[in-house]
């Protein structure tokens, strides 16, 4: 699973916490809820704002 179809239908803004949430409760795997657990303790306005933060990760269309 991507970010993006963890984090579908989401509002932002949302803080980190929220947003973990969100992952959790629509069944997102292990993988990206640790990874979201990561991020830096802030708002975000969108799903490109909470990727920018894992460059290089599995975020966007590189997922296995």
């Known amino acids: ?3 993006k179809h963890a984090l579908k239908g989401i509002n932002f803004p949302k803080s980190k916490n929220e ?3 969100y992952a959790r409760q629509h069944n997102a795997n292990n993988e990206i809820i ?3 657990q990561q991020l830096p ?3 975000y306005n969108n799903t490109v704002d909470v990727a920018q933060e ?3 990760k599995r975020f966007g ?3 296995k």
């Open 1 to 3: 699973m991507i970010l």
């Open 19 to 21: 947003i973990v949430s």
């Open 34 to 36: 640790s990874d979201l």
């Open 41 to 43: 303790d802030r708002t």
């Open 54 to 56: 894992f460059s290089g």
């Open 61 to 63: 269309g590189d997922s």
